[in-house]
T-cell receptor, first 115, second 112 residues
Framework: DSGVTQTPKHLITATGQRVTLRCSPR?????VYWYQQSLDQGLQFLIQYYNGEERAKGNILERFSAQQFPDLHSELNLSSLELGDSALYFC??????????????FGQGTRLTVV | DAKTTQPNSMESNEEEPVHLPCNHS???????IHWYRQLPSQGPEYVIH???SNVNNRMASLAIAEDRKSSTLILHRATLRDAAVYYCILRDVRGGSEKLVFGKGTKLTVNP
């Protein structure tokens, strides 16, 4: 158990809908990362938050957004869903200061299926 | 982000050592070398990281070339539970972002 909790584990929804994925980081971890893993694209970095603020952005679509709340949990919102958004979405957390090099801990992922 | 090159797949026999290579010829002085692995149906898992010197931990050893342009992850005695995709990642901590950029990794098959 990595200590990172993602809910729900599975989600099936229709095209055009909106969903919210939730991530609770390990206790004490200030950074949260979101990744998308599909069969043909591998693990793609989407976005990172550090202590409530956006820190880095990757290949995140405009239809997707994220935020990190004061209690440090994070949510990834996916809207106007398309079939191609079907994937595993992973959340990771780490302590991370400005120059600390620490390991990241990944959750078990949310499997999103868009039908 | 600096790139890494790994073989697509490797095979090993159970209880034998495994050497997983990684080339990173464009590595910069501030890049740390990280290894993660992803077991089937699970999230990635940290294995080890280093900067210049060789590193050991309970899971594996990391051997880093003197010029830092390549590194090797060593599993001393492979078990069936080590079958996974292994990712070699360069992690630059300058600028306040410590994101991990995953490549395609090496799929390790361990034969009984």
């Amino acid at each position: 158990d990595s200590g990172v909790t993602q809910t729900p584990k599975h989600l099936i929804t229709a095209t055009g809908q909106r969903v919210t994925l939730r991530c609770s980081p390990r206790s004490g971890d200030l950074s949260v990362y979101w990744y998308q893993q599909s069969l043909d694209q591998g693990l793609q970095f989407l976005i990172q938050y550090y202590n409530g603020e956006e820190r880095a952005k990757g290949n995140i679509l405009e239809r997707f957004s994220a935020q990190q709340f004061p209690d440090l949990h994070s949510e990834l919102n996916l809207s106007s869903l398309e079939l191609g958004d079907s994937a595993l979405y992973f959340c990771a957390s780490s302590v991370n200061g400005a120059s600390l090099v620490t390991e990241a801990f990944f959750g078990q992922g949310t499997r999103l299926t868009v039908v | 982000d600096a790139k890494t090159t790994q073989p697509n797949s490797m095979e090993s026999n159970e209880e034998e050592p495994v050497h997983l290579p990684c080339n990173h010829s464009t590595i910069s002085g501030t890049d740390y070398i990280h290894w993660y692995r992803q077991l089937p149906s699970q999230g990635p898992e940290y294995v080890i990281h280093g900067l210049t010197s060789n590193v050991n931990n309970r899971m594996a050893s990391l051997a880093i070339a003197e010029d830092r342009k390549s590194s090797t992850l060593i599993l001393h005695r492979a078990t069936l539970r080590d079958a996974a995709v292994y990712y070699c990642i360069l992690r630059d901590v300058r600028g306040g972002s410590e994101k991990l950029v995953f490549g395609k990794g090496t799929k390790l098959t361990v034969n009984p």
